[in-house]
């Protein structure tokens, strides 16, 4: 079995397959039913099991006979394969709208007419046992409330299938290991795969920065006020999800993701979400939380810009473009919505969604360039609280190291801030803990600042910003006017 799945539920599956006697196929068709990876319509398998307890009880409440829904249930879904084909005869024997052949069932009833292979539903019932014996019973509730259901109303096959569609999606949320990304990810790999050949950059799953303004805009268009922030993140997960999967293979749906995590060495857990990205991301992030507000190092705007960026690593590198335009529309979006939350305050709807107060891209390009020159001072200054007193450092030039030191000095007496006119003890103390932080900053400040000069190189920013502005403005008016 490849599917990814915790060892009690392989355990619940192969306990199916043994009872039942399933083949290697029949097996392998109950795991991907388990994990969500039947395509093209993975409900199918529901859609089989409840169309036929819906027509036999159908034939049951013809016949006048009493019964209880849950044990006729329980009694076709648990019944050995030899023994099925006769049940199913007898309990809709007297019907003549229900017929049980060699090759399946035939039904025709006033709104539930279908037609079904023996081998499909042998598929459905032991896709169906799951939810009675599997999961240690955490689907039997969910399993029951699908049969009270179609006992009370002929026609509520389609309402058995939701309940029992949520009721195993919920569970695989909380059970597989990349189950909470499916229903993140399914738009965006749909999106993915339905452009057309021509704008395939690079591949089926390639993406660009195009790309993910395009699929914001899809995402308008079907009425989802999704933040573009939200969908450069989106991106952003999936691929490192993809550089995760090292085997990856076969991926055309969302679900299949789970099948490829099964060729992961590492185990599921809240581990397995967190990528060398993601790592990379929590440090920074933990680094702006080190740093002490006295001395006022970073103000409250400095910590915002360096929490973006890390918020979006490792964007801030390879779609830096993407990452400027989350800084200079992402504000404009957060204004409209925090306007419709409270109902007032500001500019109306209809002036701000012409992104006339958006920061322009040399507006962002000067915060940060200013913001690295400030983490480049108080590296100086660090240093020079360090390595003041003049004792040679092993490995570093005794002369260059000088000059570091003279600059920092001089970088801490023209700093204008609070708290820095500390006793330069109590301030050396401070700063040889934060040291590594102030780094850690500096580093993805620069390298963002690095990739903002390189897109100005190949287009001005001021053209790429006089190009970008109409797009926003034009698919904000659409989410919100």
Not at 32 to 56: E, F, K, Q, Y
Not at 59 to 88: M, N, Q, T, W
Not at 233 to 257: G, I, M, T, Y
């Amino acid at each position: 079995m490849d599917q990814p799945v915790d060892e009690q539920t392989a355990s619940d599956l192969a306990a199916i397959a043994e009872s039942r006697r399933l083949t290697a196929l029949q097996s392998h068709m109950l795991a991907r039913n388990v994990t969500g990876a039947v395509r093209p319509n993975r409900d199918i398998h529901l859609w089989v099991l409840a169309h036929l307890l819906s027509a036999v009880f159908f034939c049951r409440h013809s016949a006048k006979a009493a019964f209880d829904p849950a044990d006729c249930a329980l009694e076709i879904v648990l019944a050995p394969g030899a023994e099925r084909r006769a049940l199913l005869a007898r309990l809709c024997e007297g019907h003549k709208d229900v017929r049980v052949t060699a090759e399946g069932v035939v039904a025709a009833l006033p709104g539930l007419a279908f037609e079904t292979t023996s081998a499909r539903i042998e598929d459905a019932l032991a896709f169906g046992e799951f939810f009675v014996t599997g999961a240690d019973g955490a689907l039997f509730a969910c399993f029951r409330e699908a049969v009270l259901a179609l006992a009370a109303a002929p026609d509520a096959a389609r309402d058995a299938v939701g309940i029992l569609s949520r009721g195993i999606a919920k569970w695989r949320r909380e059970r597989l290991p990349l189950g909470r990304h499916e229903r993140l990810f399914s738009a965006l790999i749909g999106f993915l795969l339905n452009r057309p050949a021509a704008e395939r950059r690079g591949g089926l799953l390639a993406f660009d920065d195009a790309d993910i303004v395009a699929f914001w805009r899809q995402c308008v268009d079907r009425g989802d006020r999704l933040m573009f922030r939200t969908a450069v993140e989106r991106f952003r997960d999936f691929a490192a999800l993809v550089r995760r999967l090292q085997a990856l293979r076969n991926l055309h749906s969302a679900a299949d993701l789970d099948i490829v995590a099964a060729h992961l060495q590492t185990a599921a857990g809240d581990d397995f979400y967190l990528s060398e990205e993601g790592a990379a991301e929590a440090s920074v992030l933990q680094a702006l939380k080190s740093v002490p507000d006295d001395p006022n190092a970073l103000k409250g705007v400095e910590r915002d810009l360096v929490a973006t960026l890390a918020g979006l690593m490792p964007f801030h590198r390879e779609r830096s473009l993407s990452v400027l335009r989350v800084l200079a529309f992402g504000p404009v979006q957060s204004g409209i919505a925090n306007r419709l939350r409270r109902g007032g305050g500001g500019p109306g709807v209809e002036v701000r969604v012409t992104c006339a107060d958006a920061w322009s891209y040399e507006a962002v390009q000067s915060r940060f360039v200013e913001l690295r020159a400030h983490l480049e001072t108080l590296r100086l200054i660090a240093a020079a609280l360090r390595f003041g007193d003049g004792a040679p450092v092993e490995g570093v030039d005794p002369d260059a190291l000088a000059q570091a030191v003279a600059r920092g000095n001089l970088a801490l007496k023209r700093l204008r801030r609070a708290g820095f006119d500390r006793p330069r003890a109590e301030l050396a103390e401070i700063f040889a803990g934060i040291d590594g932080a102030v780094t850690d900053c500096a580093a993805v400040v620069s390298d963002f600042t690095a990739e903002i000069d390189r897109l100005g190189e190949r287009q001005t920013l001021a053209a790429r910003f006089g190009g970008d502005k109409p797009v926003f403005a034009e698919i904000l008016t659409r989410a919100y006017t």
